[in-house]
């Protein structure tokens, strides 16, 4: 991964900024979104099909999580219809964790997985096929490391396919992905995020396929809260959506703001289209991160060796800070698109 070296001010010594391929980059990526809508999830899916000029929307591939995968599937495909853009096809992949019995998120994004939006059945179908031959055999078929993967919820389609046919790396550029928490504990147990809690084996398989991986952890997203002036910015556009935006907001970020007492709500899974649209937004630096799969009070915990203890291999970037503002700025400035 080439990297710059760069100093955060005041920070914590060296930070390497991945140049990564974001909106540097002349030719659009070309990305497959792993997800499982989910209120952030949907938001970052308007937010990424909002950029085509950067970003070349394949194939949206769900998995159970947040809600089960039927729920999820729906989900992904009325994102796709609110942005217009159900040329895109969906996959449906993994029902269930590798391992681990199936845990969902219902008391975050609802029963239907869609807080404060009415859902209904969209007109378009899934796509014949499963998420994960639909990524073995687009990964395989793919030039050298030119398929970027987005993944937004528990990455058990990536792992199965990696298990199934470890040589697909050499299709993938750069997995970028929402989870893990290190600097101050997780949202689903005192120590893990909901992501690799719900499926800490396929983080396992992914954190040792020799990917290029980016982690964007709740040690970023929760620092890149609303507010009300920017709840009032994305109100502003009037516009769908704006709307679908504004109500799924706030519909889900009072429960977050009184568990962490935090003055705003978390937008997790859409930094990571802003990080591939615009990485200078976000700093980090490359470590060696593990997930634990071991029963027990740190189940799905991200053990990052921040200040390099082990001097072990650095198996991914993981990005602890960002500019909040300017993430709200450009997804309005996307969202003003649809
Ligand atoms: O912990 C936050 C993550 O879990 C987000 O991806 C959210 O959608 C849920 O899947
Ligand atoms: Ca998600």
Redo the contacts with the bound molecule.
Sequence with gaps: MPALLQYRAGGRGNVLMSNTTGSQSAQPIDLIIDT??????VIALLFALASPQELNVRALTTVA??VRLDKTSRNARLALEWAGCEHVPVYAGASKPLVRKPVY?EH??GEEGLPGVAVHEPKRGLAEGNAIDFLIDTLLAARPHSMTIAM???QTNLALALLREPQIVQGIKQVVV??GAHFNGG??SPVA???LF?DPHAAEVVLKSGADLVYLP?DV?HKILTSEARLEQIAALNNKAGKLVGDILQACIGGDMARYGIPGGPV??ATVIAYLLKPALFSGRSVNVVADSREGPTFGQTIVDWYDSLNAPKNAFWVDSGDAQGFFDLLTERLARL
């Design positions: 499982d809508p989910g209120a952030d999830d999580g947040n998120a975050v994004h937004l919820g528990p929402m989870g949202n689903i995020e909901f992501n719900a709740l997203t997790h899974d």
